[in-house]
């Protein structure tokens, strides 16, 4: 039942996020904007495109109807997909990261302030209801099964960040 998993999803955003914050704290400015070979993202283009993904909340807070099916139906999809990491996925254009020198600062306070967005918003909402913003891939997704995309989408990321520390350290 999704009442039981509601505070381990959430907890699990909290605990995905703050590793991320926590790799880009540890990283001086220069190092964050390393591109360790050509073709690569760097780390704080990484961070940056995780910003641009956890735009999520406002469509989060919007109610939505309530779901008529399992409400956890796409979560071993979504496991099976975005945990994969011998998989390369395309991003969507609307977050691609930016090309430029990103400073360190503003990455974070803006990453903590969409962080926070979203914190409050899964505080106040039914994550059985559909979201009102579909997904690119799955289509139209619960509130619940967004959080756990989100949750692997950052732990895929990590590992990415992982990989890339390797090159610039």
Known sequence: MITSNTKNIVSQFKESTSQLMA????LSEKQLNLKPFEGSWSVAQVADHLYRSYN???GIKVP???????PEQFVPDIHS?????????ESPSMLLPSEGFIKKEKLLADL???LAKMEEALSTTDLEEIC??????YGELTKYEWIDFMVCHTK??????E????YIN
């Open 132 to 137: 009102v913003v579909d997904h690119p891939g």
């Open 112 to 114: 903590n302030e969409r």
């Open 156 to 161: 895929r990321h990590l590992h990415q960040i």
């Open 163 to 166: 990989h890339i520390e390797t």
């Open 81 to 89: 997909d975005f945990l994969d990491f011998t998989v390369k996925y």
């Open 23 to 26: 790799r880009i704290e540890k």
């Open 64 to 70: 939505g109807e309530k779901c008529t099916r399992d």
């Open 56 to 58: 999520l909340a406002d």
